[in-house]
């Protein structure tokens, strides 16, 4: 089957050999005369040679440009490039807010805040940023208790309730 497919592309022998007959006589038809007129014809012959060869060197040049640019040529696939990393994602204690002398709810959460932080003094001590232990403020026991949840994000106290956020 293949070489059936084959061979209705390939000519018959004859045809090959009436064409190098027809190609030889084309070539030397005005063979008497370029005898006669020797400098002439090997002028005309030099300039076909010529032609032929510049042909030939466009050609080589044209696929040789070609191979490069091909080997130049590279499938790129995009792909999406972050321009900038995460931000850092924190914890923080949702705190009411309000005045502590009219809402009993503000004193409450203020007081859960400390009692979690001296229950866990040991390890809120090295979260603590403070100059003077006296001066103390139920804000740095959070932000200490907040520094400790994202430590160990398994922490919890009580009623405390701590919100992811995501920081500059």
Not at 64 to 73: D, R, V
Not at 77 to 86: C, F, G
Request: proline fraction near 1%.
């Amino acid at each position: 089957e293949l070489w059936e497919n084959l061979a209705t592309d390939v000519k018959q022998p004859s045809e090959y050999i009436s064409d190098y007959h027809k190609a030889l006589t084309e070539k030397f038809e005005f063979y008497n005369i370029a005898v006669k007129n020797k400098a002439a014809s090997l002028a005309n012959a030099a300039a076909e040679k010529e032609e032929a060869e510049n042909i030939i060197k466009l050609v080589a040049a044209a696929a040789e440009t070609a191979a490069k640019l091909n080997s130049m040529a590279v499938s790129h696939s995009a792909i999406p490039v972050a321009t900038h990393k995460e931000l850092k994602k924190v914890h923080v204690l949702e705190i009411i807010e309000g005045d502590y002398k009219t809402d009993e709810k503000v004193l409450n959460a203020a007081s859960i805040v400390v009692v979690a932080f001296i229950n866990n003094i040991d390890e809120c001590k090295k979260y603590l940023r403070v100059k003077n232990i006296w001066a103390l403020s139920v804000e740095q026991m959070a932000e200490s208790l907040c520094k400790m949840k994202d430590a160990d994000a398994n922490f919890t106290w009580g009623t405390l309730k701590f919100k992811l956020v995501e920081k500059l």
